[in-house]
Nanobody, 118 residues
């Protein structure tokens, strides 16, 4: 399984960006796709996640500003980021995960830089 993330960039505070992450390979149909971010000197944190059934969850700091969605036919997850703040600056990573009988499989994308200027 490979994940290719795109859509990062430089934006002013209050602006918007849309991240995309396309998964390819042998993908179990029941899975969770997530976005994480890691700012310099900080731990990687979960930003948002969506199951193959469409259930979502968000970290409190992005609720009301970010929206995660997915296209199951394209094995692609999106993160629409509105009202961006300088503290949203980070490298954003997508992840695909699913359960097997004996383990949890996880696959990560390469990361895309999001920089929000004040």
């Amino acid at each position: 399984v490979q994940l290719q993330a795109s859509g990062g960039g430089l934006v002013q505070a209050g602006g918007s960006l849309r991240l995309s992450c396309a998964a390819s390979g042998s993908i179990f149909s029941i899975n969770t796709m997530s976005w994480y971010r890691q700012a310099p000197g900080k731990q990687r944190e979960l930003v948002a996640a969506i199951t193959s059934y469409g259930s979502t969850n968000y970290v409190d700091s992005v609720k009301g500003r970010f929206t995660i969605s997915r296209d199951n036919a394209k094995n692609t997850v999106y993160l629409q980021m509105n009202s961006l703040k300088p503290e949203d600056t980070a490298v954003y990573y997508c992840k695909l995960s699913y359960n097997t009988r004996s383990s949890v499989r996880e696959f990560w994308g390469q990361g895309t830089q999001v920089t929000v200027s004040s």
